[in-house]
């Protein structure tokens, strides 16, 4: 099956740097791999989703990009608020069934 | 404007006491799940509903139920719960089974006395 890894499991920002999850995958079938961000006492928000025909993807301060011959995929956020402290989980899915395989998740958190 | 609507938000039980959890979509996704998440931990699939086939995990406990009576409700059932399914329980839809989005609800927290 699909393992996925994320690195790092903490990260720790000043407001208004970037911030970069690194995700890698097993399985060369992959092509979906979505982004949640997960705050305290509530359940995974998709923030931002990338397939295997597309290389890069953004929106507003987010972005996603996917090098799927070294099967790795980060994602960037620039100009880091407060409100981007949370827990961040990748995924990767094969299309095959319909399983998501998640990183282990980062703890994002931004110091004001 | 909640779409995945999980109810209740905290729910207390007692060692071996039947508990339900429910979970309701407004997206008319076509699949259900419900995933179980413990502290500092990713979410894990426990099975989900296509339409009204029923799929298990291979290590899900017997003592998990569910049941979706209709494209908008689904249902968690513990038959008799221990400590160590004290969690967060995740619902989540998509429209389709594969390379589709999941959208999740905020979950309910099991407490177990």
């Known amino acids: 099956g699909e393992n996925v890894e994320q690195h790092p499991s903490t990260l720790s920002v000043q407001e208004g740097d970037s911030a970069v999850i690194k995700c890698t995958y097993s399985d060369s079938a992959s092509n979906y791999f979505p982004w949640y961000k997960q705050e305290l006492g509530k359940g995974p928000q998709l923030i931002i989703d990338?397939?295997?025909?597309?290389g890069e993807k953004k929106d507003q301060r987010i972005a996603v990009t996917l090098n799927k011959t070294a099967k790795h995929f980060s994602l960037h956020i620039t100009e880091t608020q407060p409100e981007d402290s949370a827990v961040y989980f990748c995924a990767a899915s094969d299309g095959r069934d319909y399983k998501l395989s998640f990183g282990a998740g980062t703890t994002v958190t931004v110091r004001a | 404007d909640a779409m995945v609507i999980q109810n209740p938000r905290y729910q207390v039980t007692q060692f071996g006491k039947p508990v339900t959890l429910s979970c309701s979509q407004t997206?008319?996704?076509?699949?259900m799940y419900w995933y179980q998440q413990k502290s500092s931990q990713a979410p894990k699939l426990l099975f989900h509903y296509y339409d009204k086939d029923f799929n298990n995990e291979a290590d899900t406990p017997d003592n998990f139920q569910s049941r979706r009576p209709n494209t908008s409700f689904c249902f968690l059932d513990i038959r008799s719960p221990g400590l160590g399914d004290a969690a967060m329980y995740l619902c989540?839809?998509?429209?389709?089974?594969?390379?589709?989005?999941?959208?999740f609800g905020d979950g309910t927290r099991l407490s177990i006395l």
């Open positions: 990338i397939r295997s025909n597309v």
């Open positions: 997206l008319n996704h076509n699949v």
């Open positions: 989540a839809t998509s429209r389709e089974p594969t390379d589709q989005p999941q959208h």
